[in-house]
């Protein structure tokens, strides 16, 4: 650790006098969020410190060794957050994004990626609380106020780290519960008018808080709505490269179905990268009547592993190329893919310039149109693309591979990356390391009935209606609990009445989706049942030997 580091300490105590700080600064403060929101905005700008420690008296004496060797690990912010009790909260965000890979937590006992701050125990990078601000004053209770802030920084790109060893095993923990008007506040400045009100009518409905209590709550708020939307947090290099990119070991994998002429012009593409792959794994699973027997020798300048499969399933194709991969990195792409000559080295400055084992990039589909706004700048990754994602091999070998029940449908790539996030491993995006992706009209998941209509289609069309499928649902009863499930479901019944488009084609769309209803809500429970069972039929996931 330079010996120049500079952490300032913001003790929050009325009665506890702070402790020797041999680290910087030490300002004292009550715990509440007036206080702490007048603290950054008086002194952060004159900080000549890297760091702010803020922390709660009642954990005692910080560490300063542990401190500073925090300081020295991937990240922006580093907490105890799920050690101190912010798990689950706020429970409103369950009515807006109830299955979104970052809603679950993992152990609180392992480092992880987690938006959930406390105060009590964070430590913040001085730039983070210029550039971004630091807790909204409007708040009753600090704990809100946290969440809010440390669901803003990740949305926004600072990466935000749990780090359990913070704090002492004896420390103090409290139990938290929210205010209404907290829980109400939060959805206003982190989510859509429609979300916001979406998420009073479910609370209404299931009971969870009455109208009037939420409307005397909601008449209190006088702050505008999502305020800091397009302030970005553009990260600096975390490492320079210590290493040779050169010398890296990359595997490139490639499952294909009936797709020769896309999966020609991506191996012709990898012919040309700037750092070249160690091998490409083609996990082929065309019928053999079918089959084209003379890729081998048209790419034969290439490192080029072609293994067929009999059976077409992908994650059994993925599985088995990745266990006769040799690479000390893997490479997902798809077959309907077109790539840049200097993919592989984007992804791999990538990792070892944010120190995260997982890069992924973004996905050019022309037909959908231009980019959503989360997809429009570094941060932390709550996506896992297998069509344009590098990892290293330890990675999967503690997390697992690919699990067999989306063999035939979609979330196969969701399922592998939220059990990568659940162990702990930092994944980061970067929307600079691009790949076209077709959406070829046959082949892929096409063979097997899914993706027909996808959310984008069903959005443009009147009579078109996206409903999940199966697999999908089985991934939320896999990693989210009853309440979230439910939620879930529901969010997706309302987007069969969503479309991009003028007045007269939405009330075309709100009527027709309101006559087919009853359909709806009988599929959706069909498909429900259908992923219950799914939980008996397949196996335990399978691990990298």
Same mark, same amino acid.
């Given at each position: 650790?330079?010996?120049?580091?500079?952490?300032?300490?913001?003790?929050?105590?009325?009665?506890?006098?702070?402790?020797?700080?041999?680290?910087?600064?030490?300002?004292?403060?009550?715990?509440?969020?007036?206080?702490?929101?007048?603290?950054?905005?008086?002194?952060?700008?004159?900080?000549?410190?890297?760091?702010?420690?803020?922390?709660?008296?009642?954990?005692?004496?910080?560490?300063?060794?542990?401190?500073?060797?925090?300081?020295?690990?991937?990240?922006?912010?580093?907490?105890?957050?799920?050690?101190?009790?912010?798990?689950?909260?706020?429970?409103?965000?369950?009515?807006?994004?109830?299955?979104?890979?970052?809603?679950?937590?993992?152990?609180?006992?392992?480092?992880?990626?987690?938006?959930?701050?406390?105060?009590?125990?964070?430590?913040?990078?001085?730039?983070?609380?210029?550039?971004?601000?630091?807790?909204?004053?409007?708040?009753?209770?600090?704990?809100?106020?946290?969440?809010?802030?440390?669901?803003?920084?990740?949305?926004?790109?600072?990466?935000?780290?749990?780090?359990?060893?913070?704090?002492?095993?004896?420390?103090?923990?409290?139990?938290?519960?929210?205010?209404?008007?907290?829980?109400?506040?939060?959805?206003?400045?982190?989510?859509?008018?429609?979300?916001?009100?979406?998420?009073?009518?479910?609370?209404?409905?299931?009971?969870?808080?009455?109208?009037?209590?939420? &409307?005397? !709550?909601?008449?209190?708020?006088?702050?505008?709505?999502?305020? =800091?939307? $397009?302030? #970005?947090? *553009?990260?600096?290099?975390?490492?320079?490269?210590?290493?040779?990119?050169?010398?890296?070991?990359?595997?490139?994998?490639?499952?294909?179905?009936?797709?020769?002429?896309?999966?020609?012009?991506?191996?012709?593409?990898?012919?040309?990268?700037?750092?070249?792959?160690?091998?490409?794994?083609?996990?082929?699973?065309?019928?053999?009547?079918?089959?084209?027997?003379?890729?081998?020798?048209?790419?034969?300048?290439?490192?080029?592993?072609?293994?067929?499969?009999?059976?077409?399933?992908?994650?059994?194709?993925?599985?088995?190329? &990745?266990? !006769?991969?040799?690479?000390?990195?893997?490479?997902?792409?798809? =077959?309907? $893919?077109? #790539?840049? *000559?200097?993919?592989?080295?984007?992804?791999?400055?990538?990792?070892?310039?944010?120190?995260?084992?997982?890069?992924?990039?973004?996905?050019?589909?022309?037909?959908?149109?231009?980019?959503?706004?989360?997809?429009?700048?570094?941060?932390?990754?709550?996506?896992?693309?297998?069509?344009?994602?590098?990892?290293?091999?330890?990675?999967?070998?503690?997390?697992?591979?690919?699990?067999?029940?989306?063999?035939?449908?979609?979330?196969?790539?969701?399922?592998?990356?939220?059990?990568?996030?659940?162990?702990?491993?930092?994944?980061?995006?970067?929307?600079?390391?691009?790949?076209?992706?077709?959406?070829?009209?046959?082949?892929?998941?096409?063979?097997?009935?899914?993706?027909?209509?996808?959310?984008?289609?069903?959005?443009?069309?009147?009579?078109?209606?996206?409903?999940?499928?199966?697999?999908?649902?089985?991934?939320?009863?896999?990693?989210?609990?009853?309440?979230?499930?439910?939620?879930?479901?529901?969010?997706?019944?309302?987007?069969?009445?969503?479309?991009?488009?003028?007045?007269?084609?939405?009330?075309?769309?709100?009527?027709?989706?309101?006559?087919?209803?009853?359909?709806?809500?009988?599929?959706?429970?069909?498909?429900?049942?259908?992923?219950?069972?799914?939980?008996?039929?397949?196996?335990?996931?399978?691990?990298?030997?």
């Amino acid at each position: 650790m330079p010996q120049t580091i500079r952490i300032d300490l913001i003790w929050q105590s009325e009665k506890y006098p702070p402790p020797e700080w041999p680290l910087g600064e030490v300002f004292t403060v009550n715990a509440d969020t007036q206080s702490l929101y007048n603290v950054v905005r008086e002194k952060s700008q004159a900080s000549s410190a890297q760091f702010w420690l803020f922390w709660d008296s009642r954990l005692g004496n910080p560490d300063t060794a542990v401190i500073a060797e925090i300081a020295t690990t991937p990240g922006d912010v580093w907490h105890a957050g799920l050690k101190l009790g912010t798990s689950g909260l706020p429970t409103w965000i369950n009515f807006v994004v109830p299955t979104w890979m970052l809603n679950r937590d993992p152990d609180n006992d392992i480092v992880s990626t987690s938006w959930r701050v406390s105060l009590a125990a964070c430590l913040v990078r001085t730039e983070v609380l210029i550039k971004m601000g630091g807790v909204h004053k409007e708040f009753v209770s600090l704990a809100g106020a946290a969440l809010e802030m440390g669901h803003r920084y990740i949305s926004q790109g600072v990466y935000v780290r749990h780090i359990p060893a913070m704090i002492a095993k004896s420390s103090f923990i409290e139990s938290i519960k929210l205010p209404l008007y907290d829980e109400l506040l939060f959805i206003h400045l982190r989510f859509s008018r429609l979300q916001f009100w979406w998420s009073i009518f479910r609370a209404v409905l299931i009971g969870n808080s009455s109208l009037v209590s939420i &409307l005397r !709550a909601w008449r209190k708020i006088n702050v505008p709505s999502q305020p =800091d939307r $397009d302030l #970005i947090y *553009n990260r600096s290099a975390l490492l320079e490269n210590p290493h040779r990119l050169e010398d890296a070991r990359v595997t490139v994998l490639i499952p294909t179905l009936e797709r020769y002429p896309y999966l020609r012009v991506v191996l012709d593409q990898l012919r040309r990268q700037t750092i070249k792959p160690l091998e490409i794994v083609v996990v082929d699973q065309t019928p053999l009547e079918e089959r084209d027997m003379a890729l081998a020798e048209e790419f034969k300048d290439l490192p080029l592993n072609l293994i067929h499969l009999d059976y077409a399933g992908q994650s059994t194709a993925r599985n088995v190329g &990745l266990q !006769a991969s040799k690479g000390d990195y893997i490479l997902f792409i798809d =077959d309907d $893919d077109e #790539i840049q *000559n200097n993919l592989i080295e984007l992804h791999l400055k990538n990792i070892h310039q944010s120190l995260a084992p997982v890069s992924s990039g973004y996905a050019v589909e022309p037909e959908s149109g231009p980019a959503p706004y989360e997809f429009t700048y570094a941060r932390i990754s709550d996506v896992f693309p297998t069509n344009n994602t590098l990892i290293r091999r330890e990675v999967l070998q503690s997390s697992g591979l690919f699990d067999l029940a989306y063999d035939k449908g979609q979330q196969a790539d969701g399922d592998l990356g939220m059990r990568i996030y659940l162990n702990g491993t930092l994944m980061s995006y970067n929307p600079t390391i691009e790949v076209l992706h077709h959406h070829a009209p046959r082949g892929g998941l096409r063979t097997h009935k899914a993706r027909v209509i996808t959310a984008g289609l069903s959005r443009q069309k009147v009579m078109l209606r996206r409903l999940p499928h199966q697999t999908e649902i089985y991934l939320s009863l896999r990693y989210f609990d009853a309440h979230q499930v439910r939620e879930y479901l529901w969010l997706k019944v309302r987007g069969t009445f969503a479309i991009h488009s003028g007045l007269p084609r939405k009330i075309a769309k709100l009527v027709i989706g309101l006559l087919i209803l009853p359909n709806t809500l009988w599929k959706m429970r069909q498909r429900y049942k259908a992923a219950t069972q799914m939980f008996e039929v397949y196996p335990q996931i399978d691990y990298l030997k």
